[in-house]
């Protein structure tokens, strides 16, 4: 069994980089073989339950409310919805359950609503990951303590 390494030095990052892409594949596979089950993959769902209208200006991102998308804006879907979509995610395979927002950064009225949708999700057995824009401190805590097992923050 090998140890998760966070020392690594430049010129070992370097050679990383520098073997060609097979070799890199091989041994990844080979890592990834001593942790996990080669043969098992995890199916994971993705909702959007914040759609559209972000005010963030990432050019490649069709929830950018900058462009013109054609892309329905939508509000926080409610609570109860996004949780029967995690349980027909987990009814059709998924151990994950992701959720995505286009804002900037939740705000105080609609992330009581959000800590609900990690609580409920992790309450029906399902890991959790979303990603939210900007978190503060205080955010990320109530977050991690609701459950939520990964997290993607812009910042």
Same mark, same amino acid.
């Given at each position: 069994m090998?140890?998760?390494r966070?020392? @690594? ?7 990383l980089f520098e !073997?060609?892409?097979?070799? !890199? *594949?091989?041994? &990844?596979?080979?890592i990834h073989?001593q /942790?996990f ?5 995890q199916?994971s769902?993705?909702?959007?339950i914040k ?9 490649y991102?069709?929830?950018?409310g /900058?462009?013109?998308t054609?892309l329905e804006?939508?509000? !926080? #879907?409610?609570?109860?919805?996004v =949780?029967?979509?995690?349980?027909? &995610?987990k ?5 994950r359950?992701? #959720?995505g927002?286009a @804002? ?7 992330f009581? /609503?959000?800590?609900a949708m ?5 309450? *029906?057995g =399902?890991?959790?990951?979303m990603?939210?824009? &900007?978190?503060?401190?205080?955010q990320?805590?109530?977050l991690?303590?609701a459950? =939520?097992?990964? !997290?993607q923050?812009?910042y």
């Open positions: 090998s140890r998760i966070h020392d @690594w030095s430049t010129e070992e990052v370097q050679a !073997l060609p892409f097979n070799e !890199l *594949l091989f041994r &990844a596979q080979s073989r /942790h089950d080669p043969n098992e993959v199916v769902t993705l909702l959007s759609t559209g209208a972000c005010p963030e200006d990432c050019q991102c069709s929830q950018s /900058h462009y013109n054609d804006k939508e509000k !926080l #879907m409610e609570v109860e919805k =949780l029967h979509e995690a349980q027909q &995610a009814q059709n395979g998924a151990s359950f992701c #959720m927002a @804002w900037k950064h939740p705000s105080a009225k609609d009581p /609503h959000v800590l990690v609580k409920g999700v992790r309450e *029906l =399902l890991e959790t990951c990603t939210l824009g &900007a978190l503060n401190e205080e990320t805590q109530a991690a303590e459950g =939520l097992g990964l !997290l923050s812009q």
